[in-house]
């Protein structure tokens, strides 16, 4: 849901950097998990779904400010696109 609503406002290039950024903020913070806070593939099962959904909502919520900061559409072509 959130990644329509970010996906909207971006121009093509920002398109490709919001998933590029996203993966790669998903892969640190899951290889973070994994290293640094010793977890393994039961803990992970277990009791890490909560930690990893909030982990991820995290990753998109920057990769989503990021890339409106820095690849937003004009707003003439934001009004274009509803009509």
């Known amino acids: 849901m959130l990644d329509r609503l970010f996906l909207r406002k971006l121009t093509h290039k920002g398109k490709i950097a919001y998933w590029i950024i996203q ?9 973070y998990l994994f290293i640094f806070m010793d977890y393994n593939m ?3 099962a277990g009791d890490g ?4 959904i909030g982990g ?12 409106l ?3 937003k559409k004009p707003e003439e072509e934001l009004h274009s696109q509803q009509d």
């Not at 779904?49 to 990893?52: A, L, S």
């Not at 991820?56 to 890339?67: E, K, N, Q, R």
């Open 56 to 67: 991820v909502i995290a990753a998109m919520l920057i990769s989503g400010v990021i890339c």
């Open 49 to 52: 779904y909560g930690i990893v």
């Open 42 to 44: 039961d803990r992970f």
């Open 23 to 31: 993966l790669v903020l998903d892969a640190l913070f899951i290889g």
């Open 69 to 71: 900061a820095l690849w």
